[in-house]
């Protein structure tokens, strides 16, 4: 749902500076061990370029891979503007900085409005154009190509919540969703990409939860319409979609997307999360929020995924952030484990306690 909120790129002094870093605490050979690498994405409290350092700083110790979640830049692609420039500009010298880590990186591109799937990318609709046009559709083939031979991403998503747009926009949108990830799979088998495709479905809506269908949905209709994707992402908000507790989310919840389908795909969350605090319709709080990171490690590990990462690894200051009246963000402004100040809340603890666990090979 969260569409990526800035487009920063770290300079080359930036990158040759010091970073901490910190190894979890070992855990005893009893310990159970996790099939997930966990991580966030470089999304900052505040639009500043300091901001967005002092995140990826203060996320680096919790976190064993990073996440990129962008959305594709219509109006500069549209104006003729390389999208090999872009990708340098704006994302190069972060995933570098990541890959210098030893961090694998996910990249995942939107190409719809990230904040109202009923609606095509606000860009293209300011500009009077379509992700129908074959125009569109061959620039941002060119932009994933870009992506792909610059960034090296080990996980490449080339369309977000498709369930979602699929059962709330206009039938000739998610037809054109379907034909650009298309065309953009067909471009990276041509440049011979070695990054796994994928395409992210909304878990709530799987359910038949948003919008509430009073069934569960599946993804057959997804790994059909994508018959290309070698992984499924996961958005999964389920404090929107009528649970009250974290307990109250069934332990089969990721699972049950592989377990009821012909195909089994590696499974990654790759956005999500649970508020920390009361908002529209929501009551909530830290300790909730916690409880939440536990009960996800369980759906993880029932479903033996391969990542569980957020978009958000701060909260949102709002009065930082651009919010056009009417927009779904303030929903989505207390996902953090840390504040907007980057002070912890308890939920860190409860993902500190599944980052210590092996990793299983």
């Not at 377990?259 to 990654?268: I, M, Q, V």
Request: charged share 20%; glycine share 6%; with cysteine.
């Amino acid at each position: 749902m969260m569409k990526r909120l800035l487009l920063v790129a770290a300079s080359t002094a930036l990158l040759a500076g010091a970073i901490v870093t910190c190894s979890s605490e070992v855990a005893p050979p009893s310990a159970p061990t996790r099939t997930y690498r966990l991580g966030f994405s470089d999304t900052p409290p505040r639009l500043t370029t300091a901001s967005v350092l002092q995140t990826i700083e203060a996320w680096r110790p919790h976190a064993d891979i990073a996440q990129i979640t962008q959305g594709v830049p219509w109006r500069a692609l549209l104006a003729d503007t390389s999208a090999a420039e872009l990708v340098r500009r704006d994302l190069q010298q972060v995933a570098a900085l990541y890959h210098s880590r030893g961090l694998p990186l996910i990249v995942q591109l939107d190409v719809t409005d990230g904040l109202a799937r009923d609606r095509e990318a606000p860009d293209l609709v300011a500009l009077g154009r379509s992700i129908t046009e074959p125009s569109v559709q061959q620039r941002y083939r060119e932009y994933v190509a870009a992506i792909d031979s610059i960034l090296h991403p080990e996980y490449l998503g080339l369309a977000m919540e498709t369930n979602l747009v699929r059962a709330v926009a206009p039938a000739s949108v998610y037809a054109g969703v379907r034909t650009i990830a298309a065309g953009g799979e067909s471009t990276l088998l041509a440049q011979g990409s070695l990054a796994k495709r994928f395409v992210s479905v909304q878990v709530e809506t799987a359910w038949g939860r948003l919008p509430g269908v009073g069934h569960f949905v599946g993804t057959d209709a997804d790994r059909a319409d994508f018959p290309f994707i070698k992984a499924l992402g996961l958005s999964s908000y389920p404090f929107l979609a009528g649970f009250a507790e974290p307990a109250d989310v069934p332990v089969d919840y990721y699972a049950r997307l592989n377990e009821s389908s012909a195909t089994k795909l590696p499974l990654l969350v790759v956005e999500g999360g649970w508020s920390s605090g009361s908002v529209t319709g929501v009551t909530s709080s830290p300790d909730r929020q916690a409880l939440w990171i536990k009960r996800q490690m369980e759906l993880a590990d029932r479903g033996a995924l391969v990542a569980v990462t957020q978009i958000s690894f701060t909260d949102l200051d709002l009065s930082a952030y651009p919010v056009p009246p009417g927009s779904i963000l303030p929903l989505f402004a207390q996902l953090g484990l840390v504040d907007v100040d980057f002070h912890a809340k308890p939920a860190l603890a409860e993902w500190d306690r599944a980052l210590a666990r092996p990793l299983r090979p």
